[in-house]
């Protein structure tokens, strides 16, 4: 019904910066917070910064002042601007969203298939 896209993963180098880009489309009847969370090898998957659509955020410590979140409301789309970037950020990214979605609108989440980011130090 509602599919999420993600894009901009990669290899880069420490200090380096990367931009990730998620789109959705579907039957969106109304969008709320979309974000990105991110799952090492062996660990959970953990938030990594979330915007809501009155563009408010919220960032993990680890990422706050380096990462930054941005939304496009018109056309239901997330970035990630990744800056100042270090190995312990490799992960694969998974880009998320909820709100109404479906011909009979329900409140959902929904997770895009991932993209891996390796920083190599």
């Known amino acids: 019904q509602v599919q999420l896209v993600e894009s901009g993963g990669g290899l880069v180098q420490a200090g380096g910066s990367l931009r990730l880009a998620c789109a959705a489309s579907?039957?969106?009847?109304?969008?709320?917070?979309m974000g990105w969370y991110r799952q090492a090898p062996g660990k959970q998957r953990d938030l990594v910064a979330i915007i809501t659509s009155s563009g408010r955020t919220n960032y993990a410590d680890s990422v706050k002042g380096r990462f930054t979140i941005s939304r496009d409301n018109g056309n239901n789309t997330v970035d990630l601007q990744m800056n100042a970037l270090q190995p312990e950020d490799t992960a694969v990214y998974y880009c998320y969203a909820n709100g109404f979605f479906g011909t009979s609108p329900r409140f959902l989440e929904v997770w895009g298939q991932g993209t891996l980011v390796t920083v190599s130090s």
């Open positions: 579907g039957s969106i009847r109304g969008m709320t917070a």
